[in-house]
T-cell receptor
Framework: AQSVTQLGSHVSVSEGALVLLRCNYS??????LFWYVQYPNQGLQLLLK??????LVKGINGFEAEFKKSETSFHLTKPSAHMSDAAEYFC???????????FGAGTTVTVRA | DTGVSQNPRHKITKRGQNVTFRCDPI?????LYWYRQTLGQGPEFLTY????????KSRLLSDRFSAERPKGSFSTLEIQRTEQGDSAMYLC??????????????FGPGTRLLVL
């Protein structure tokens, strides 16, 4: 069964600083990996996904993530944080044999002015 | 395309009562998923449908839970004899079956249940 681990439940960054959110996965077959963002009292919105094409994936709002098979990682980055990036971020995994998503526990991002 | 909608958005009930939630997926999407999210945790899979067929159920889905998707359109999730541990956000998602599990799941705003 596949699973993900998100390192760090809370991340605080200054506006304009690099945002780095860590995600490591466990999967017995090639995975599909997703990053979702959740704003308060809202559903989840897809930021980006890896589906075995390019290992560097660009998403919405300036976010990108790199799939590293050797490290079983799919870390999310944004070069310059904006106040509007304050939200909760979830990494999720599925694979070719399974339609359900397995989510990490989430990382809450706060942005300091 | 108005996205995935869920009703009600909030539900407060007393322990032992039955509740039913509704999800309307994006119109052309043939796959529909239910997840549960408790405070401070990521969503956990409950069940999913392809058209009207329920293809998988999580062990989290006790016999007090039942989900339906008549005619492959909207879906309902019913919880009978609610318990305080059922308090959570119930999320619905839908996707279009084109290339398989890599298809994006689009989430609704969720129904927040509080059992007193």
């Amino acid at each position: 069964a596949q699973s993900v681990t998100q390192l760090g439940s809370h991340v605080s960054v200054s506006e304009g600083a690099l945002v780095l959110l860590r995600c490591n996965y466990s999967s017995s077959v090639p995975p599909y990996l997703f990053w979702y963002v959740q704003y308060p009292n809202q559903g989840l919105q897809l930021l980006l996904k890896y589906t075995s094409a390019a290992t560097l994936v660009k998403g919405i709002n300036g976010f990108e993530a790199e799939f590293k098979k050797s490290e079983t990682s799919f870390h999310l980055t944004k070069p310059s944080a904006h106040m509007s990036d304050a939200a909760e971020y979830f990494c999720a995994v599925s694979d070719m044999n399974d339609y359900k998503l397995s989510f990490g526990a989430g990382t809450t991002v706060t942005v300091r002015a | 395309d108005t996205g995935v909608s869920q009703n009600p958005r909030h539900k407060i009930t007393k322990r032992g009562q039955n509740v039913t939630f509704r999800c309307d997926p994006i119109s052309e999407h043939n796959r529909l998923y239910w997840y549960r999210q408790t405070l401070g945790q990521g969503p956990e899979f409950l069940t999913y449908f392809q058209n009207e067929a329920q293809l998988e159920k999580s062990r989290l889905l006790s016999d007090r839970f039942s989900a339906e998707r008549p005619k492959g359109s909207f879906s309902t999730l019913e919880i009978q004899r609610t318990e305080q541990g059922d308090s959570a956000m119930y999320l619905c998602a839908s996707s279009l079956e084109l290339t398989g599990p890599q298809e994006t799941q689009y989430f609704g705003p969720g129904t927040r249940l509080l059992v007193l």
